[in-house]
């Protein structure tokens, strides 16, 4: 089903790549945004939907140092967050406070809490653990994993353990596994590799194709999307790794992020530089996920709901919410952030 965007929209200054849900924030839908200017003082944008569900408004706007190619909303505390940034020439990880009285202040600044600064090499992402109030955050450049401990009152993190993903593999992203806190996933150019956080050792991996993106589906255990430049995205059963269960097109040029729902099971949105959101119903049941299969057992189908074509740029922000799980934002290149409802495609699952 093709269709122009009804969305809700709301302006950055700057180009921008990133958005977060506001996970903890359980009293409001809201966003996190943020800019990647290299000759301007970027901003953060704390956005909420009216309890209307008819507008995004400005919440908060910060300024911050450096161009951001990464933001994650602290799971546990809504003012808590994640940057990746660059200044044009090197990388940079930290974690940031937005300040308590912030509605208040003429110009809030960001308190810096503190730096994930042991990478020599390009940082790509910060992976927090995925559920409630945890010290343990990992992060990601394109050959290292390192696993934190977080101290937030004493402003301190601490390397636990690391691994090297290898020579020759360069990670891209990752992602930490909902129902097994001890396993993380990374993708880099040909592979999704695994990780087992207790020893910093690779347990597997699953071969792939230029992968940008992965996802695990938080309502099935051992269920895991890739987002693949050319050949679109592979839902995995994690218990037979050698082919993907399903292909789904993906988009007319390179497929950049994918994303689960986090209530409704099977509800995948994807998003690339063809300037789309796709929305996707996959396998909806454990039976038709394990029912018996050939010598190739890859189904290919096409069970695409709705695509959201009403975008200028290239789109690489991708998010669902996490308090209102029919609601989804997506950022295009262009500064522009869109809010969506997935409503009417609820009832058809």
């Known amino acids: 089903m093709q269709g122009a965007s009804s969305g809700i929209g709301y302006g950055l200054k700057y180009q921008a790549r990133c958005i977060s849900d506001v996970k903890s924030d359980t009293d409001h839908t809201s966003f996190l945004a943020a800019t990647l200017s290299l000759k301007e003082e970027n901003e953060v944008h704390l956005i909420r939907l009216s309890s209307s569900g008819t507008e995004l408004f400005c919440e908060g706007l910060f300024s911050h140092p450096n161009e951001i190619w990464d933001l994650v909303s602290c799971p546990f ?23 308590e009285l ?18 020599a090499g390009k940082i790509k992402c910060v992976l927090w653990w995925p559920s409630g109030r945890h010290d343990k955050l990992i992060s990601i450049d394109e050959e290292n994993l390192y696993l934190w401990s977080l101290d937030v009152s004493k402003k301190t ?13 360069k990670l891209y992203g990752g992602a930490w596994d909902p129902h097994d806190m001890n396993s993380v996933a990374a993708t880099c150019e040909s592979y999704v590799q695994f990780w087992d956080i207790r020893t910093m050792k690779k347990t597997s991996s699953i071969e792939c194709s230029h992968v940008r993106s992965v996802d695990y589906n938080l309502k099935k255990k051992h269920i895991l999307v890739t987002a693949e430049h050319e050949s ?32 409704y099971d099977g509800l995948i949105l994807s998003a690339g530089t063809d300037s789309a959101v796709n929305l996707w119903l996959a396998s909806s049941s454990h039976d038709e996920l394990n029912e018996s299969q050939t010598d190739s057992p890859t189904r290919r189908v096409d069970p695409l709901l709705k695509t959201y074509s009403d975008y200028e740029d290239s789109i690489y922000g991708l998010t669902w919410s996490s308090r209102e799980p029919w609601i989804f934002a997506s950022l295009s290149y262009d500064g522009r952030v869109v809010v969506e409802s997935v409503k009417p495609f609820i009832s058809k699952k």
């Open 157 to 169: 993190a601490q390397v636990q353990s690391h691994d090297s993903a290898g020579m020759m593999h």
């Open 232 to 263: 679109g995205i592979h839902i995995w059963d994690l218990r037979k790794p050698k082919f993907p269960i399903q292909e789904l097109p993906g988009h007319t040029h390179w497929t950049w992020t994918v994303k689960c729902n986090p209530e």
């Open 102 to 119: 912030y509605g208040e202040l003429n110009s809030p600044q960001l308190e810096r809490i503190t730096s994930l600064d042991t990478h």
């Open 77 to 99: 505390d809504q003012r808590i967050f994640s940057t990746v940034y660059s200044n044009g020439e090197s990388f940079g990880a930290a974690i940031w406070q937005i300040p």
